[in-house]
């Protein structure tokens, strides 16, 4: 009866957060870390067919670097960074694209496949839905997000399917660009009106002083976030995570979340529970 | 942590079980106790909530015969039984209409809102939803159930709400009669296409031996539950349960349950964990 | 072929009413008396088909102080009147709320069910139709209308069905309270939209001259009421109605009306003739 | 107020009438007598519009022999009948077509909105709804019902339009043919599922002995009204009708009525009253 | 292969007109010429059946002056001309009706249906699509376009029907008028939302000299246009077609078309290909 | 006006081929080597968009061998074939997952959307399209096609978007799969009710002697096809086409299609002339 008693709960610890959700939309970012580990991803995917059971409306958007860096490094194919962005030339960009939407995308929707019919690949190139544009001339084919066109991922909402989206977007003249899958995430976000965007990260969140593991922070605004950021306390590789959670969030999209990926269940932690986890970021 | 897990792992169970009852209807059965304790009538509209929020479409049907008892004592009319039937002239119908439909059910519809504003109550002379006929001369107005006409439900269902049902029937003279809550429940499940009928009880649920506790069968099917009734180790309250159990799945309700409705959100148990909880009987 | 005549010139000259308010909604209000007297009674349920027959969406509310002071006294309680309202008790809640839904609603839903499964009944507590707030703390709980949440009426509406609506509300901590049953009439006809409120009362609407019965007003305007509110030629019982009326124009609806629940058929003479009759209130 | 009580009567003796025929289609057919007389032609039109405005679908056809044969005389062409049938070549297809689709149809059009935007002239050849075949070769473009094609006329009474049916089919080969309205109609009222066809004639109705107006048969059945073809008791005019009542009546409409549509509202009085008027024709 | 080049050739150039125009509403203005040819006739049949094919929506408007002088003439009744116009008696208004109703528009009709059931013919009087005004006294019937009410063309169009429009319309009283085909064609096309209105009449387009047909102008704009008015160098026969394009230009048509009704296939010409044919008029 | 008159002549026989299909599913295949020509790839992309502007809702299947070859050969990975299939290890099956899901088919979705933002790519594993089976122990993980659940497919047609579907399936185990292309659009065609199924190819069609180009068949039956295989006529590569045709047409689908993809538009020749091209299959 004991276990009895926890199942009624949690569950009933959770009601009013599935009452708060139930229709939203919540777009899930998910690391390329996250898919290499074959138990976290099946977690990962667990959780993201839980949210859409309860009506919830999950869209996950991947990256996948460490996956395209063996691919190059099978094919010989000397990977070069500037500014935190592999330099992608026509080669490299065709590598890119077979790894996220070939590779990446596919063991993500097969995941959560395995609960049932409802995971569909989608990619930028499809129905137009990231307009990309040229980065820097030095950067070749890396693109930021121009415009999302989300009719694609409405449709697939509306017909009860969960979109995992890879992240290669196309320039006006049709020329296939690699996005950062940070910013996408954001920018989707935005464009569905979606109630969160949850970034799946290999730390525990953000932290007052990044040398101190003990200062997490739990909660915070954008102008607290701001103030972090001049001040230096953002490790560089947040730095895109937080200026695409910035731009959500002014742009209507109600919460951002940093979670480690790797704790177990951690979305769930954070949507189900009065706890939470990670570091939440509001608008003020 | 050892917090989060326990959260994981509940959601994580019960996740099989949202998806498969998503979008089915599911006809619970209060007692007339389960409403007279504030704190488990509280409880039973939480889980009746929690239901609905992860898209099951649960429908409460409800008796009340210690709040007609009251009522009746109070205006100094005696009460009469005969086979387990309250004899019913006119006075004591309109005083058991008043009790069920302005009491009970006005009772389970406000604790069910206290959640959102999702209840509405439904007796069944609305819509003609219960077609009644005299059970027998000498009981006066006590029915049974000649056939229901569901639509008003089933529009309540496809508009997201959750109906409370009383159980006070009309002949085709436009007569009113009282009807016996458990034959409701087993007949709204049948004409519902419900997938499961759940009766809450003040016991465990059935036993192979009735004076001994450690039998409780936990699950069962038709052929042995008629043959359980033969035996006699069915104690008579339970018999208008079983009676309606047994029609309930020969018109193709999947599963019908027996709940003591004072263990502590006993609903949730059962569709949620894989142990469930009191009796389950199925077809074979 | 006298009798043909008269068949066509009635249907004839109520054409173009008909048209005129085919889909409108109109809240009609019967007192507690009209449903005391059953032959009344079932002529007014007939008038409420007809109206939904030809396409009207009718919205029946009720109300019912001589059945409600009936019970109190067989239960030897003292009744308490202050200012026209009901000093209510806890216990005098829980018996005007059997009264109302359990007794009241129930014979209206009853009367119009004779002539097709059409009539619903709904208390102000399903679905948070009505939102109350305390009148005056030495009433007890004696509510004002908060607001009103139409959405339950409105889908029924919309599924074909005749809501009749008793007038017990719930305010934000989830109190019940007994609403006015006048006022309700009122703001559901704004919430709904709706052309007309019909308020049907024992006697031939409002006079210029209380003493004179030749004195009829058959149509009047919201200025020209208000003026006869400021010289006192509103009765007593008629203030809650008038003041309801008033709202009900200033806030979209296209007229009110003050009919003798007595006469036969006095709605159908009202929304089908040329005459019409008793008394209309319009804007200007 | 003895008005008032009329109106009360009228009304509540159609209440089930109009309950009854709710969202029925009837099919009306006028002859061309009664378009040709402004009064009678003013007050079919009203008796359409009252139908429509209760909820039933009605649908009128016509003829117009009278029509027709004025307009040949003035262009000076000799009308030649054979075996009742107006012998049609080419010359006379086209003033035929002219007369009913351009001057019959549009005249009751035009009466029906006068009441609203509601009625719509549709011909046989519109969206393909007759299919005719030859009816004989001496006869010309004399043709037969070969088939309905109801989809037009499905969709403008979805829409909530009356449709006014010229006669005019199409055969195969795109060759246009004049088709007799009566058949028409009863094939239209099977194609529809209507509930009823009324045919408007100059005569009060059947008659058991032709030559004797009082025995005016009030109701009769398939066989019966075989039975009395046979015995020669049918006028010649009545034939083509007759012959269509059956046909409909065998293929699952309801009932058939042959109304004197020169009485005021004839049609009303059929529909609305418990005694009706003409001869009704069921199936047994 | 070389045909089948041709096809290719022609089907991808089409392309993007398709694409660009599909769901457009685009009304089309057949002179009364064009009717009277009967392969002429045939061919702009073909002409609206291919534009409903590829998911255009075409609206077919037609004239009839020859045809009505005709039939005018066999009935030995002159015709009076004034400023252009047709003076319209009561008789002279009947026999118009008739032949563009009941002939012209027939015509029409079966033509388009010989590819598919999808044409159906409308008068300016069913369901008040045109609500005319006198024109002038002295020209007795002669309407303008006071008012065009769309309904039944925008739900016939939504059915995926091609509606056929005869231009009697109705005043508020009632009166029918004879309006220019001219002048309907542009207002319905304003009130549908048109993307073009396309004129067939008997010249080339328009021409900067009247007298010089090497002076076809192909493109021009609405002020170009008032100046070519002002200057003289508009036909008497094109100024009601010019009036209305600039109307329906000023009012969100995108474009107006002047083709000549004789060249085989004209209107697919001027849709279809990069050349186009005739006078097109856009805003500037 | 040359140029105008081959623009008719091409549209006007276009059109009944145009209103035949609208609305219809065709599947169209392309081989690999289709894709790997950029001119012919490019025109093939406009015959698909063509189809979808006109109304047809065209559904690409496409293969990739070369491009497997290719990239398996960069990573120095030898390919082993038996009975015609690749012998698949899971590396293999991960490379051609990615050439197929992340290359091919990003190809074609790019070409498509130059003309506007309509293909949307699909592999077997999205939404589980394609149930594989494993054809032969020693193939490794070289699949049939068990079942075909087109749901995603349906969703995306209705949503007027072109899908474009690479062929890797999964088994019950959720076990990818690589299935042969042919066998997919056939099967298919067959679960999308297709009304045809078009395989381009690198030959003219099928000959009545393959070592004869003049003995192209431009129209065959299943029975005669079934002949041709027995006595040897069909070529190795062609076998697994028709194998796939013979089972489209046995279960519904009105015709199949043998299109040498090298001939400009083929598509089109084939869809919207008399004389088709390449080889036609029909039942009998």
Redesign the interface.
């Known amino acids: 009866m004991t ?6 709960d ?7 957060y ?2 708060r959700f ?1 229709g939203d939309a919540i777009v899930v970012k998910f690391g390329g870390n996250a898919v290499v580990d074959p138990v976290l991803a099946a977690r990962l995917a ?1 959780d993201v ?2 949210m859409h ?3 919830i409306r999950p869209v996950v958007v991947h990256g996948g670097g460490p996956q395209i860096t063996e691919l190059m490094t ?2 010989g194919i000397a990977t070069e960074f500037k500014d935190g962005h592999r330099i992608t030339d026509g080669e490299s960009l ?1 590598i890119t ?7 990446v ?2 063991e993500i ?2 995941l959560i ?11 930028g ?4 839905l990231l307009l990309a544009s040229e980065r820097h001339p030095e950067l070749g084919f890396v693109g930021d997000v121009e415009a999302v ?1 989300p ?2 991922i409405n ?2 909402l509306a ?1 009860d ?1 969960v979109p995992v989206v890879s992240t ?1 977007g ?1 320039d006006t003249a ?1 020329q ?1 660009y690699n996005i950062n899958a940070d910013a996408v995430a954001g920018a989707l976000a935005v464009a569905l009106g979606a109630a969160k965007v949850v970034y799946l990260t290999d730390v525990e969140g953000l932290h007052e002083d990044l040398e101190d593991p003990t200062t997490l922070i739990r909660q915070t605004t954008v102008p607290e976030l701001e103030r972090l950021v001049e001040k230096g306390a953002i490790g560089t590789g947040m730095i895109p995570k937080v200026a695409a959670c910035i731009h959500a969030i002014h742009n209507g999209v109600h919460s951002a979340h940093m979670l480690n990926g790797a ?3 951690a979305v ?2 954070e949507l ?2 009065d ?1 939470g ?1 990670g570091t939440m970021i509001t608008q003020s």
């Open positions: 276990e009895a008693k926890a199942v009624a949690v569950l009933v610890q959770a009601l009013p599935i009452q139930r667990e067919v839980l059971s309860v009506g099978r094919l065709e694209r077979m790894v996220l939407v070939g590779k995308n596919r929707v097969s496949n395995r609960h049932g019919p409802v995971a569909v690949g989608v990619s190139q499809d129905a137009d066109n009719h694609i449709r697939l017909d399917f290669i196309t049709g296939a704790t177990p269940h769930l932690i189900f529970t706890e986890i």
